[in-house]
C-alpha cells in the first residue's frame, strides 16, 4: 500500500492556513499534513510547526502560500534537498532572476498550481501544434483593493473616485506580476501555459460596480480561438485574493499523489 505524500504548507495565512486545515483534515486522499512552516507564530497549528530546515527532513512536497520573495528565498534550498516545490506565487516563475534557470534546479521538481484560472490545460495543448498568434489577459476588481502603496496620488484619487471602469494597468505579464504581485499572480500561470510571457498581453480594470474579481482570456492561434471567463468571490480575509485560491492550490495537490483524481 502507497504511503501518503508527506506535505509541508509555507505560510498560514489566507491561504496557507486553509491548505494546511484541509490537508489535516483528510480533504486530499493520498496526501497528509506533515508540518506548518511560518515566520510568525501560529496559534494551535494543525500540524508541528517547524522551521523550514527541520521540515524538509521529512517532507515529500512543500506548498508555498507565502509570497513572490519566499519563493526567491527558499527554492534552491527545498528543491536542493530533493523535495519538491509547489509554487503559488507563480508571478515569482517570471521573474528574471529565476525564470531562466528553472529547468536546471533539482533534483527536487517545481510545479505550479493554476490558482484562480481555468483553461491552461487546452491553452498548453493549442501551443504544442503552434504558437499562438495573441493572447488577451483582462481582469477587473473593485478599485478598492487595486491600490498601491507606489502609485501617485492622481492615479489613486482616479481608482477610487472612478465611477466607471477605469484601466490601471496595461502591459506585459513581468511587468503585471512585479506590480501587482498579490492580485495578478494568475497571468503567470498563463504565460507559462502559452509557452512564455512575449505572447500575453495584460490589461488590469477597476470597477465601482464590480462584485467579483473577473478574468477573461481570449487566444488566437491557428488550432482556433479561445475564450475563457472567470467570475469569483474576493477571500472575506483579503479581498485582494479569491476564495477560490486555496482549493485550486488543493486539488494541484491531489494531482500530485500517488493516486491522481481521475478528472485533473
Not at 528565498?73 to 536542493?80: A, E, P, R, S
Not at 529547468?103 to 490545460?121: C, E, I, Q, Y
Not at 477571500?235 to 500530485?256: C, D, E, G, K, M
Request: aromatic fraction near 2%.
Amino acid at each position: 500500500m502507497n504511503q501518503p505524500m508527506r506535505v509541508v504548507v509555507l505560510g498560514h495565512g489566507v491561504i496557507g492556513s486553509v491548505v494546511a486545515a484541509e490537508l489535516a483534515a483528510g480533504a486530499v486522499p493520498g496526501a497528509a499534513l506533515g508540518a506548518v512552516v511560518s515566520r510568525s507564530p501560529v496559534a494551535d497549528p494543525p500540524a508541528p510547526q517547524l522551521d523550514l530546515t527541520a521540515a524538509l527532513g521529512d517532507a515529500d512536497l512543500v506548498v508555498e502560500c507565502a509570497g513572490q520573495p519566499v519563493v526567491h528565498q527558499v527554492i534552491d534550498q527545498v528543491v536542493g534537498s530533493g523535495v519538491d516545490l509547489l509554487v503559488t506565487s507563480v508571478g515569482a516563475c517570471l521573474d528574471p532572476r529565476l525564470a531562466g534557470r528553472l529547468a536546471a534546479l533539482g533534483p527536487g521538481r517545481v510545479h505550479a498550481t493554476h490558482g484562480a484560472v481555468g483553461g491552461l490545460d487546452l491553452l498548453a495543448s493549442a501551443r504544442r501544434a503552434a504558437p499562438f498568434e495573441r493572447v488577451l489577459m483582462h481582469t477587473t476588481k473593485r478599485p478598492a483593493t487595486l491600490v498601491r502603496d507606489w502609485m501617485p496620488a492622481d492615479q489613486v484619487r482616479a481608482i477610487t473616485g472612478a465611477q466607471r471602469p477605469v484601466q490601471v494597468f496595461a502591459g506585459t505579464p513581468v511587468e503585471a506580476v512585479r506590480l501587482f504581485p498579490d492580485s495578478l499572480n494568475i497571468v503567470a500561470g498563463v504565460a507559462l501555459a502559452i509557452g512564455g510571457p512575449q505572447q500575453l498581453t495584460v490589461e488590469l480594470c477597476a470597477d465601482p460596480d464590480a462584485t467579483s474579481s473577473t478574468h477573461r482570456i481570449e487566444a488566437v492561434g491557428p488550432l482556433g480561438e479561445y475564450t475563457f471567463e472567470m467570475r469569483h468571490r474576493p477571500s472575506a480575509r483579503n479581498p485582494r485574493s479569491s476564495a477560490i485560491t486555496p482549493y485550486s492550490v488543493l486539488h494541484t495537490v491531489a494531482a500530485l499523489t500517488a493516486s491522481p483524481p481521475p478528472v485533473l
